[in-house]
């Protein structure tokens, strides 16, 4: 199994290359899974998420998480994809003049700059590690005009050895030792809703996640401001992912898990500041900004629920079973 979706390049280096993603045909300018002519529909959604931040008085920002392919291509045991033609390299160069004026930040050369210098993703995981995810979290205080909360780099860090997402898809899994930094301290998170809470239950193993909505609030960040984040499991709702860096900068930081932005939640909350982030590998579906928060919530909530009463129902068959052999 591992081997149709993850490829093992030098010194322990692993690379998603497959799975439902489809993650290598990403790299095609003119077909595969997102060709240019796919990009467009990202670069108008993100245009006219800028034109509606801007007419709602909010400064707006997007941000691509990329692929460890894109940034880490000389550690793969041989060429996977051309990683000059990842998504976020040929979005960039769809928009026209510059893109940041369209609210775009840029991960892909700065993280190509800092690469050997310092490991900014796991080996065995397709997320960044603390340097990454501080790098990416500097870019956007820049980007958006925030002062950043020095603090951070020197909190205190755990080692620990842990089996990662790409490292679990082997027989045996591959062990890494990681760092785990708790980014929270000054601010606190006052609102969960159910997703949420369903997300942090081991039961689920965070497979339900979209419709996700926290709330910090931090009365000494260093900015006094509203950000509203649209995310993934790069800004999450753990206290080591870029939501909590973003909780310690802003007075309040609202996060919502999804690749498409609410603008009835947008209009509700009035937030300085909008950010929208999302991992490369799931740039095939282009958003439609049609996401309702509340709906999401209420259908995320029903299918917990559903696979609660079928755990138990085959829990419950398990036991009569058990006891027709006893009785037998």
């Known amino acids: 199994m591992a081997e149709l979706i993850v490829h093992e390049g030098h010194d322990g280096w692993l690379f998603l290359t497959g ?9 095609d300018r003119d077909g595969g899974h997102l060709p240019d002519v796919n990009l467009l529909r990202w670069r108008d959604a993100i245009v006219e998420r800028k034109r509606r931040c801007d007419a709602l008085g909010a400064a707006y920002a997007h941000v691509v998480a990329p ?27 769809l928009f026209k003049g510059d893109a940041r004026a369209a609210g775009w930040v840029d991960l892909v050369w700065p993280m190509r700059a800092q690469r050997d210098a310092v490991e900014l993703y796991w080996r065995s995981d397709t997320h960044w590690t603390p340097e990454g995810s501080l790098l990416a979290y500097h870019r956007l205080c820049d ?15 755990t ?3 842990k089996i990662m997402d790409l490292g679990g898809k082997f027989d045996p899994p591959r062990w890494e030792e990681i760092r785990e930094i708790d980014w929270i301290a000054g601010a606190r998170r006052v609102y969960a809703n159910a997703v949420v809470r369903i997300l942090e239950d081991p039961v689920h193993g965070g497979d339900i996640h979209v419709g996700a909505h926290a709330v910090y609030r931090n009365e000494h960040a260093p900015n006094d401001v509203r950000i509203l984040l649209f995310g993934d499991s790069f800004a999450g709702v753990g206290p080591d992912r870029l939501t909590a860096q973003l909780a310690e900068t802003a007075r309040e930081l609202i996060f919502v898990w999804s690749s498409n932005v609410d603008w009835r939640l947008v209009k509700r909350v009035k937030p300085d500041i909008v950010i929208t982030e999302i991992a490369e590998r799931y740039m095939a579906l282009a958003p439609n900004d049609r996401f309702n928060l509340r709906r999401i919530q209420l259908m995320q909530l029903f299918k917990a629920r559903r696979r609660d009463v079928a755990a138990r129902w085959r829990q419950a068959r398990a036991e009569w079973r058990q006891r027709a052999r006893n009785g037998a």
């Open 67 to 93: 692929e460890k392919l894109t940034i880490y291509e000389h550690k793969q045991a041989t060429p996977l994809v051309d990683a000059d033609l990842a998504p976020a390299i040929r979005l960039q160069q």
């Open 143 to 157: 980007a958006l005009r925030l002062t950043p909360n020095a603090d951070l780099a020197a909190r205190p860090c």
């Open 19 to 27: 799975g439902t993603n489809f993650v290598t045909t990403l790299y």
């Open 159 to 161: 080692a620990t050895h």
